[in-house]
Nanobody, 121 residues
C-alpha cells in the first residue's frame, strides 16, 4: 500500500522560491507533481521515471522547476524558483507504474493530500 505525504508549501512573494517534499512509503517507477486551482483540471508540472533516469517538464515550466528524488530517504522533491502569482495552486504528488507515466492525471491512481502554494505579487 503506497502512501504519499506532501509538505513544504506556503506563502511567498513573487520572485521567491520553494521546495516541496513528498515522502512515500514505496517508490513506483513514475513519480510526478501536479497542481490544481479551483475550477481547473490538475496540471502536470514535473515527472521523474526510474529514480531519476529521466525527468520531464512541460515547456511552460522549463527553467523554473526541478524534480529530484532521494531514493534512500524515500523523498520526492520539487524545487521552484522565480515564482509567479500564477503558480499559486494546490500541489500534489502522484505515483504510477513507469509504463503509465504521462501528463494525464487520470493515469495516476495514487495521490497525496496536497500542499498549498500561494504567491503574492
Amino acid at each position: 500500500h503506497v502512501q504519499l505525504v506532501e509538505s513544504g508549501g506556503g506563502s511567498v512573494q513573487a520572485g521567491g522560491s520553494l521546495t516541496l517534499r513528498c515522502t512515500y512509503t514505496k517508490r513506483l517507477g513514475c513519480m510526478a507533481w501536479f497542481r490544481q486551482t479551483p475550477g481547473k483540471e490538475r496540471e502536470g508540472v514535473a515527472r521523474i521515471v526510474s529514480a531519476g533516469a529521466l525527468t520531464t517538464y512541460p515547456d511552460s515550466q522549463k527553467g523554473r522547476i526541478a524534480i529530484s528524488q532521494d531514493t534512500a530517504e524515500n523523498i520526492l522533491y520539487l524545487g521552484m524558483i522565480n515564482l509567479k502569482p500564477d503558480d499559486s495552486a494546490m500541489y500534489y504528488c502522484a505515483a504510477a507504474p513507469s509504463w503509465e507515466c504521462s501528463w494525464r492525471a487520470s493515469e495516476y491512481k495514487i495521490w497525496g493530500q496536497g500542499t498549498q502554494v500561494t504567491v503574492s505579487s
